[in-house]
């Protein structure tokens, strides 16, 4: 990237100018940030929006002083934060000041992935955009063009492409995550676990983790009602092959061999059923295929668990019951980044039938019912009825899937079946950090035609763009209405506290900008995105002005349980909580969940785990300067006893070799006891190799590298990632 | 007048650094340098294990050898709150206090001066929580008047096991933890 002179860094459009002044009538807003502000306004303004540095989207208050961004807390009105941002969202204002930010459009001039650009205007980058679209809708069909994406900010792009005749939509947060959970649920319940989940953590009694590491993991009220629950005493059982921040507020640890839980699940429901633990009203009123499914489960001693799992079988027992007594506020957590070993929607069922044995579903302090704020759509013209199926799920061959699957859509890319995939646009999500195998990938970015990224920061995956198009932060743009599904209902705000510091602009301007070069200017009768705001508010009884000063308005507290009125409604095919699964059995997957050993690691190899850190989200924040500061690479966890084994010392580095041959970055080791001997874990997010993001470039290792090998679940189409084994290299 | 203390329940923290992240921003601490800081002591072997997890910061100490170091008396006990400060335009930058302090909570801002954390003095006289106690997510952490035997912080010391940072060094920290 070209450097970018001083001048074009101070560079204010016309058209933001124009946006923050219409603003600024409302609320007090003022023109810019402090290097580009002329009237600073003395003194501190607070001007309320909500979060994005994850998907959480918690409603904050940002601070100005004398006109500069100064910080940023929690809004006490939100339901979801409560007053009380996580580490990442008060460390979003780094977002803003990032010096590795995109800062105006780029067009690639030499190979892809080589990362030379030049800068172009706006109306440059997307006449080459549009017109590369007109093509491939005139060669291929506009379902050629496909469509990656994640978080809200996404919305007004896809309303763009679905005009434009885009079918094929995804986002790695089905396939490479929480989408197992959400079928599992689906096939039992009838219904999925949503976002934020609808787990009543603050009312559980007792609260089982598997594998999931709040607290390490921040999304903001899971992590807040767990730190309650501690607090409460209710009883904490994790289940973990790492000595997780959670395993250490646990009652009870089971250090899990990693691949066998669904082995412990099946035992503790074979000891719920055997010893009649269960809510046996709830089971009978509302269960399908009991019977069957305690015959199915008979033989799953903790025993037999306890050569699977390594859990002591007293260990099973003693949790079994604890669980049992506490119901139905015994909340077993769904997870949320549940995509392991390729079995995962079974592990998931799994857990949902554990559940239904203990009535927690639609009970106080197990599942909630909740509902959102309703605002009725936009009235947009109709989309183009698009004239070819997706290419994400071909003959069904997940039959089960309930979204589509962005590794679907890169394998019909890769090998034009059932029809070419052309065009891809990709908003917001580092496509090389989140799918496995990324030479995949990138195999298949080089059957395009075009390549289209729009984010705030050079990710990996924009440096194999043909054109990259900066977005404004999240403190500079407004978004769509925030609008969740939750305990209580709610809308949120998110608008501009400050001004772009060069050329970036926001979603909804691309999205409207680039519809009038496609010829669609028709599906965006509205001007600026305030009009819109304001007319979905009002139908819905509400107003813009409203909404800009209090950032959030709430509404009513509907009833969230069965026993307060939620009338017990199961969407399956047998209208009941289906403990047997007909479907799954016509479909020829196991109707109850069965257990499959998963692989030995090679000799001298280690199964590769990654979770989260509490101060990064994704690859997204690395290059933050103040979430840098609080972490700037991630570590391999190693346990102590391999360690001396293979002679490694706490903060040396090494590097990370896969099964199939594929070096990591180097990366410190973390000598430790809270891990066991046959695995290693690392934060994902790390290890950036992308030039432009200078910050974290090279600092700490990819997980995503390393995982080459990926296992899919037959039933959803989920890449299972935690099916890779490395071993160490001490030449750095 | 008041003696103000912290209390951090490490039960409850799960050491997201949210407070580390709070005092940055809401004291401009200068890029590559933290007034807290969360320590991790990790004890036992796989799969018994205890961990604490603690968030450090300046002790505001009773007996302060950071402050009886000083040659200019920039480090000094604030009448309000007897929070240990530092006046910035009295400081020579010479790293007495920074070498005097046993728990390595001072350090030379680029700006030429002992820096550290405040107790946030600033927001505590408008009558606020300090921005790491209040942004705190789990809520485990507790601020208030040590010699007020009714405020919440003197309570939770009264009624729940806890300790000190390095009491052997005889400063007198008033930061506690809860076990
Ligand atoms: S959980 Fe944290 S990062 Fe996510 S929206 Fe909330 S404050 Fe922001
Ligand atoms: S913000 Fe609270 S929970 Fe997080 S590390 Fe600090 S004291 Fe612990
Ligand atoms: S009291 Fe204020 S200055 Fe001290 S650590 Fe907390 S936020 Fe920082």
């Known amino acids: ?732 | 007048m008041a003696r103000f203390g912290m209390v951090i329940d490490t039960k409850k923290c799960v050491g997201c650094m949210d407070c580390v992240v709070a005092c940055k921003t809401e004291n401009n601490v200068p890029e590559g340098y933290n007034r807290d800081w969360i320590v991790t002591v990790s004890n036992g072997k796989f799969p018994d294990i205890h961990l604490e997890i603690q968030s450090q910061r300046c002790n505001h100490c009773d007996n302060t050898p950071c402050v009886s170091c000083c040659p200019t008396g920039a480090s000094h006990v604030e009448e309000f709150g007897k929070i240990v400060l530092v006046t910035h335009n009295m400081c020579i930058g010479c790293k007495a206090c920074v070498a005097a302090c046993p728990y390595d909570a001072r350090f030379v801002n680029p700006e030429g001066y002992a820096d550290k954390c405040t107790f946030c003095m600033h927001r505590v006289e408008k009558g606020e929580l300090p921005a790491c106690v209040s942004v705190c997510p789990t809520h485990c952490m507790y601020f208030g008047d040590l010699d007020d035997p009714n405020s919440e912080v003197s309570k939770l010391i009264a009624s729940r096991k806890n300790h000190t940072l390095i009491p052997e060094a005889g400063t007198s920290p008033r930061i506690y933890y809860l076990t």
């Open chain 1, 1 to 732: 990237m070209n450097s970018i002179s001083r001048r074009k860094f101070l560079k204010i459009t016309g058209f933001s100018v124009g946006a923050v002044a219409a603003a600024s009538a409302l609320s007090p807003i003022v023109k810019g940030s402090e290097k580009i502000n002329k009237e600073k306004v003395k003194g501190i303004q607070k001007i309320p929006t909500y979060c994005d540095i994850c998907f959480w989207k918690c409603g904050a208050i940002a601070y100005l002083k004398d006109g500069a961004l100064w910080k940023i807390e929690g809004n006490p009105n939100d339901p979801l934060s409560k007053g009380r941002l996580c580490p990442r969202g008060t460390g979003g204002i780094g977002a803003y000041s990032d010096p590795d930010r995109l800062r105006s459009p780029l067009i690639r001039t030499k190979e892809r992935g080589e990362e030379k650009w030049k800068e172009v205007t706006w109306d440059e980058a997307l006449d080459y955009i549009a017109s590369k679209m007109k093509k491939i809708k005139s060669e291929y069909g506009p379902e050629s063009v496909a469509f990656f994406s994640h978080g809200i900010g996404g919305n007004f792009l896809k309303h763009t492409l679905k005009a434009y005749g885009v079918n094929n939509i995804s986002a790695p947060s089905y396939a490479q995550c929480r989408g197992p959970r959400d079928v599992g649920f689906e096939l039992t319940f009838g219904d999925g676990i949503g976002s934020p989940e609808r787990t009543d953590i603050e009312n559980a009694k007792c609260l089982v983790l598997i594998g999931s590491h709040l607290g390490e993991n921040m999304h903001n009220s899971q992590a807040q009602e767990f730190a309650n629950a501690v607090e409460r005493d209710s009883t904490v059982i994790v289940v973990d092959p790492r000595f997780s921040v959670a395993a250490s507020k646990a009652k009870y640890y089971l250090p899990i061999k990693p691949g066998t839980d669904i082995a412990l699940l099946l035992a503790w429901m074979n000891v719920i059923v055997n010893e009649k633990l269960y809510d046996v009203e709830y089971v009978n009123k509302f269960g399908f295929g009991f019977e069957q499914f305690a015959a199915e489960i008979s033989p799953y001693t903790p025993e037999w668990a306890y050569t699977e799992t390594g859990i002591d079988v007293e260990l099973i027992r003693t949790t079994a019951r604890v669980m049992a007594i506490n119901k139905p506020a015994t909340l077993i957590h769904p997870g949320r980044h549940v995509t392991w070993y390729g079995d995962d929607a079974q592990r998931s069922r799994a857990i949902a039938l554990l559940n239904a044995l203990l009535g927690s579903w639609g009970r106080k302090g197990g599942f909630f019912f909740p509902s959102s704020y309703s605002i009725p759509p936009y009235p947009y013209p109709e989309y183009p009825k698009p004239g070819k199926d997706k290419v994400d799920n071909p003959d069904n061959k997940y039959p089960f899937a309930i979204e589509e699957i962005t590794t679907g859509i890169r394998e019909a890319t890769i090998t034009g079946k059932p029809y070419p995939i052309k065009g891809w646009f990709i908003y917001a999500t580092n496509l090389i950090h989140a799918l496995p195998n990324e030479e995949e990938t990138i195999k298949a970015i080089q059957n395009l035609d075009l390549m289209v990224v729009v984010d705030v920061i050079p990710s990996e995956i924009a440096g194999w763009a043909d054109v990259v198009l900066p977005e404004s932060v999240y403190l500079e743009r407004y978004d769509d209405l925030h609008a969740s599904s939750f305990k209580e209902t709610f809308v949120g705000i998110r608008q501009p506290v400050v001004e772009s510091p060069a050329d970036q602009k926001p979603n909804w301007w691309i999205a409207k900008k680039l519809a009038d070069k496609l010829g669609l200017g028709n599906y965006f009768p509205w001007q600026h995105i305030e009009e819109y705001l304001d007319y979905r508010l009002n139908a819905a009884g509400l107003s813009l002005d409203q909404l800009k000063k209090e950032g959030i308005i709430r509404g009513e507290k509907p009833p969230i349980y069965f026993e307060d009125g939620i009338t017990p409604e199961f969407p399956t095919p047998s209208g009941k909580i289906e403990f047997y699964s007909l479907q799954l059995a016509q479909a020829g997957f196991d109707p109850v969940p069965k257990f499959t050993r998963p692989d030995e690691p090679p000799a001298g190899y280690f199964r590769l785990l990654f979770g989260r850190s509490p101060v990064h989200s994704f690859s997204r924040t690395q290059s933050n300067r103040i979430l840098m500061d609080m972490m700037e690479e991630n570590e391999v966890w190693v346990n102590n006893d391999i360690a001396n084994r293979y002679g490694l010392a706490n903060g040396q580095y090494i590097k990370l070799k896969n099964q199939d041959g594929i070096i990591s970055n180097k990366v410190k080791v973390k000598v430790t006891e809270r891990i066991r001997t046959d695995c290693v874990y690392m934060v994902h997010g790390f290890g950036h190799n992308s030039k432009m993001l200078k910050g974290a470039y090279g600092k700490g290792a990819s997980d995503a590298q390393l995982i080459t090998k990926y296992k899919i679940d037959p039933i959803m189409g989920g890449t299972g990632m935690n099916v890779n084994f490395v071993t160490f290299e001490t030449e750095v």
